[in-house]
């Protein structure tokens, strides 16, 4: 379905951070910036802009296919539901880590993955300031900048490195079974953009993230991501995560089987 227009869809994701997202880093005025859901939750005129630019790009790429974008299911959440239906479904969280892009940080990236019936197909994570695009192929592997990217184990008797929710974000269940890493031999800090966290997981710089919250456009991308660079993830009831929701919460995702059923237990359940 997309092996033949992967370059294309690459072009696309770049297009659209060079003509709608990268003119406004750091020249965003007040009025371009408003609180969706609190104050950890902004969207600026560049996230709305990106994801009606690739919208339109990503929909022209694949004759049928249909978007379920974060700022559209903002504004209809309704549009989530083509996650369940027949068409292919491209999720797309146009800047993911608004919060750094909005202070001027370069840890965001835009997050674009392909899914049908619940399975992804290919996804793309691309930091513009960075220049990092990482790009994963179900069955296919994982690459950054064109490089093979393997995660690799953690080293033995090393202190696990885990991004997790972030408080503010977490239901007080889900603090509580978090609270699980809060143990020796753990350095669990809350996460920055979900989507450089899974990429950071994907390349070995971090050992797993643990996440209590399961909008697709957060997580569709980066489970490929450290699936495919030979990571692996499970729920807290130890089953894969879904991408249509109903998940056991919180989920991991991790260099390697291992630190999954580790962090899965440490989250207070039991891997399969
Ligand atoms: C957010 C980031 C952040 C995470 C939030 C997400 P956004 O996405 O990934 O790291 O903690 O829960 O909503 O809003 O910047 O696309
Ligand atoms: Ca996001
Ligand atoms: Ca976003």
Redesign the pocket.
């Known amino acids: 379905m997309i092996d033949d227009k992967l370059s294309d869809v690459e072009e696309a994701v770049r297009k659209a951070a060079a003509a709608e997202i990268l003119p406004r880093y750091r020249q965003l005025a007040a009025h371009e910036i408003v609180e969706k859901t609190g104050p950890?939750?902004?969207?600026t005129i560049a996230?709305r802009q990106a994801e009606e630019h690739l919208t339109a790009s990503l929909t022209r790429l694949l004759p049928g296919s249909v978007v379920v974008g974060?700022e559209a299911v903002h504004e209809d959440p309704a549009v989530y539901e083509a996650l369940r239906g027949d068409a292919p479904v491209w999720i797309v969280?146009p800047?993911?880590?608004?919060?750094?892009?909005v202070r001027g940080e370069a840890g965001?990236c835009t997050l674009v993955a392909l899914a049908h019936r619940g399975e992804v197909l290919a996804s793309w994570t691309y930091a513009p300031v960075l220049d990092e695009m990482a790009v994963a192929v179900r069955g296919g592997g994982a690459r950054l900048n064109g490089e093979v990217l393997r995660a690799g184990v953690p080293g033995s008797g090393a202190t696990l490195r885990i991004a997790t929710?972030?408080p503010d974000?977490s239901s007080e269940r889900q603090k509580a079974a978090l609270l699980g890493l809060n143990v020796k031999g753990v350095d669990a800090r809350?996460?920055?953009?979900?989507?450089l966290?899974y990429l950071a997981v994907a390349r070995g710089d971090l050992d797993a993230v643990a996440f209590s919250?399961e909008?697709a456009?957060?997580h569709a991308a980066g489970l490929l991501l450290v699936g495919e660079a030979g990571g692996a993830h499970a729920t807290v009831a130890g089953e894969p995560f879904r991408l249509t929701g109903g998940n056991a919460l919180p989920f991991t995702a991790a260099r390697d089987a291992a630190t999954v059923a580790r962090v899965v237990g440490l989250l207070g359940g039991s891997a399969a």
């Open positions: 950890h939750d902004l969207v996230d974060e969280d800047v993911d880590g608004t919060r750094q892009f965001f929710s972030h974000f809350p996460c920055g953009s979900a989507g966290e919250w909008l456009w957060d």
